[in-house]
């Protein structure tokens, strides 16, 4: 009997014990920077404020710190100072863009929700109209009097710099507003509010600053109230980080190519982004119109898989593409698939014809300069291509290298001049050739790219690791993975990407080690899975 009174005391020890362990790493965990791989995503309050039609919108749901805590937390220990250093070098060119001094005005208080929204004016500036131009920024803070401590001397140093201030109330809040320079720049209308002790709004004016406390009332006007915001976040799941764009956003911040016609631009992108070890991962919802469906995958699955078993050389870009000649009908993704054929500097029309005449699937690989492309045996037909081609003046022949047959194309040319004035003989150079085996077609710009596939000579080698397994997309219309170099090339030239690197105040591509990108159809848009890794620089 003595020995229950033991147990009892033995068993509540252990349960103590064992709770202060659980809340001890609970509280670890939710100050450890390595949280921001799984936060989960949630209507941001500083949605409130913004318009639901804002073109161009921007959450973070971490403070100042945190993405520098994981990028040293993340990286190789003789890189951890560099790692913070770029991550810090962004944040602090993005606030100056802001005209604020993440140092001296920032690092103290500020805290989780970060937002940023960009607005336009309407067109032509028509009588009625409530739409204005100009931008939002929400800050969150620690605690009350950091917002407050910080508003006060935001106005003090700009009013001792000549700034009139006009001080008064609107919805039962206090707005300071005057005409006064950001970060030393030349003077511009400001307008600022302190919301709840804890919400900092700074907006370009104080017809801004109104607009966001208006729609801040009316869940139907502001963007956390929106059905299809509150559902794409709870699609989406997780992310530090939340963009939303809309149609004319998509060009003029994103940087994508859209068409012309009204009915064939697409809606709006809901994208989140959240850290993942070393890589970067992005997530999204692009709506697309009506008429526009992206091919799901079906039964020609394994063959996909079996053109990409076929590959024994890596590849610096790896596509495959279930049914180009749908997702070439669709003008987004027309550029897209520009560079998987080769880009506008391939020789001769074969790949292009091919991309676009093929029912899928399709391996695109790509090393150097030269194009690969694997299909179906009978997807494009031989016949169709080879009329084609020959239309455009390319001669068909047979060849048979090392045991295989092929069909190749060349184009008479006259040859260079001589010092005489008289021309060389005609020339045929080689333009494309054709390798049927079993249920597959290859096609290719270069007889030495048959040393790519299995065949007689592949016997015995090592099969190279597949870029196209890690991106985990089961379904996906499009897939592409790109190495190092092909990956930073492909950044430097899109704009976005150009914005981020002026920020920093210097190149963020040196540590860029690989791209890969998914495309998912389903009714109504698609889905966008893309992750970027970094290595050493």
């Known amino acids: 009997m003595k020995a229950r009174p033991f147990l009892a005391v033995l068993l509540a020890l252990v349960l103590v014990v064992f709770g202060l362990g659980l809340g001890g790493w609970w509280l670890v965990w939710q100050r450890s920077a390595l949280r921001l791989q799984r ?19 921007l959450h973070l749901f971490t403070d100042g710190e945190q993405p520098l805590d994981y990028a040293r937390a993340v990286a190789p220990p003789r890189q951890r100072r560099q790692a913070a250093e770029a991550v810090g070098r962004l944040r602090d060119g993005a606030f100056a863009a802001a005209g604020l001094d993440y140092g001296t005005e920032l690092s103290s208080w500020l805290a989780a929700p970060v937002g940023l929204a960009l607005f336009e004016a309407d067109a032509g500036g028509a009588a009625g109209s409530t739409r204005r131009g100009g931008w939002l920024l929400v800050l969150g803070s620690r605690d009350d009097g950091g917002a407050r401590r910080f508003l006060q001397r935001f106005w003090q140093t700009r009013s001792l710099a000549g700034t009139d201030l006009q001080i008064s109330t609107y919805r039962g809040l206090g707005l300071i507003s005057g005409r006064g320079a950001l970060l030393g720049r030349t003077p511009m209308p400001l307008a600022t509010a302190l919301v709840d002790d804890d919400l900092v709004l700074i907006a370009s004016g104080r017809g801004v600053l109104e607009q966001a406390l208006d729609v801040s009332q009316i869940d139907e006007l502001n963007q956390a109230g929106q059905p299809g915001f509150q559902e794409g976040l709870r699609r989406l799941g997780t992310g530090a980080a939340l963009v939303q764009a809309a149609p004319d956003a998509l060009e003029r911040w994103l940087g994508l190519p859209l068409p012309a016609a009204a009915d064939q631009r697409p809606g709006g992108l809901l994208l989140a982004l959240r850290p993942d070890g070393r890589s970067l991962r992005l997530s999204g919802l692009l709506e697309l119109p009506p008429q526009t469906a992206l091919p799901q995958v079906g039964a020609d699955g394994d063959l996909g898989r079996a053109l990409r078993a076929a590959l024994r050389r890596p590849s610096a870009s790896l596509a495959l593409v279930q049914d180009p000649a749908a997702i070439a009908a669709i003008p987004l993704l027309q550029p897209l698939l520009t560079r998987l054929a080769g880009g506008a500097g391939a020789a001769g029309s074969l790949p292009a014809l091919v991309v676009g005449t093929d029912g899928g699937p399709l391996l695109a690989a790509a090393s150097g300069e030269r194009w690969l492309l694997g299909t179906a045996a009978d997807r494009p037909e031989a016949a169709a291509v080879e009329a084609s081609l020959a239309a455009d003046g390319l001669i068909a022949a047979p060849l048979e290298v090392e045991g295989r047959p092929l069909q190749v194309w060349t184009r008479l040319q006259a040859g260079p001049t001589r010092r005489d004035g008289r021309a060389e003989q005609l020339q045929a150079p080689l333009l494309g050739w054709r390798w049927q085996r ?39 219309a499009l897939q592409w993975a790109l190495d190092g170099p092909r990956a930073r090339d492909l950044l430097t030239s899109w704009q976005p990407w150009q914005r981020l690197t002026a920020l920093a105040g210097g190149s963020l591509s040196d540590p860029v080690a690989g791209l890969a990108l998914a495309l998912t159809g389903e009714p109504g848009g698609l889905t966008v899975d893309a992750r970027l890794d970094f290595g050493d620089p």
């Not at 290719?444 to 597949?466: I, V, W, Y």
Request: aromatic share 6%.
């Open 438 to 476: 079993g249920d597959q077609a290859w096609w290719g710009e270069s007889l030495g790219q048959l040393e790519s596939l299995e065949g007689p000579t592949a016997k015995g080698a090592a099969r190279p690791q597949d870029p196209l397994e890690n991106l985990a997309a089961p379904g996906a």
């Open 39 to 57: 936060l989960p995503l949630e209507v941001p309050r500083a949605a409130r404020f913004v318009p639901r039609d804002a073109p161009f919108s």
